[in-house]
């Protein structure tokens, strides 16, 4: 249970991120990790002397096994409203197969494009009850803001919690070794096209689903890699 920033920890959900939320009206998680890691997700709340029918909002970057894992077995214990990007629903309430992704450019992410991401694969379906719009800002935490960010997966959103000034940015990137491209794309265009859009925000600290948190400066480093000025 790692502190991000006031207000957000880090759950490590096998090779996944999740992260919580904590608001006056109660938690909110984003993501849910790989299947069988809800026992995270409970022990993070109950180390910060809350219960987990506290936990309100399940909110989703998007649908991929990795990030949906545990949602059911979350929901049955907590209640927690879902909420994810209309282009992946589909994928969440069927539980597989998946929409199908190539590996992202170069060699280490062909090999882990291939290691991790079975398409195949088979989940518990979660149900959606709120399907998030581009653009939005849910009344949630004192404001999280929805920005559709495909590429990696159609139905991806990146979330901007406004209080804190933290930009979750699901699959857009990874923060492995510096910050990079996911491991696999349904378009790469699309793809550099979200990554461009998070570098023209100002934000501190940013999560993401696979790699490092950073605390501070994050934007700084999204405009060094894909803002403006850079031929990256
Ligand atoms: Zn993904
Ligand atoms: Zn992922």
Redesign the pocket.
Known sequence: MKRVIEGVRVVLMGM?NAFLIEGNEGLTLIDAGYPGKEAAVFGTIRGLGRSPDQLKQLIFTHG?P??IGSAAAIVRETGARTYMHPLDIPMAESGGPFRPMRAAPGLLRRVMCKLFYHPDERLEPVAIDQPLTAGEILPIAGGIEVIHTPGHCAGQVALLWRPGRMLFAG?VCTNLMGLGD?VGIESLTEGRASQRKLASLSFDAAGF??GAPIARDASTRFRNKWGKKSFA
């Open positions: 996944a991929h990795d990030h699959d996911p689903g696979h």
